[in-house]
């Protein structure tokens, strides 16, 4: 027997689902709770933008800082080795240099 030439296999299928769903109107109330979804959406989208936004100013600032602290860490280094060599302090080599603590 072949499925080709049975009649029940190839009409094809429609939906019980369909019919119900094409005549079903939509309430006002729906389509307005849709446009405040649609706009929660579209703020929540500008809040997730705003953040990568910060969250990349961070991490920039934080490659700033560590730069920053590698820089403070190697002079440190040369004011002592300066200070040892000449026999001062290291706090009379900052006062000699303006780096006065503050």
Known sequence: MSFHN???VSKKFKSPFKDQAQSAPIASN????FEALRKKE???DDDISNLIGIETDVKTVMSLLHKYNEIKDATQIVLGRLA???GQTLKQVHERFG????
């Open 6 to 8: 049975s009649r029940s």
């Open 99 to 102: 780096l006065e603590d503050k």
């Open 84 to 86: 040892s060599l000449e």
């Open 42 to 44: 579209a703020s929540l």
């Open 30 to 33: 729906d389509l307005s709770e």
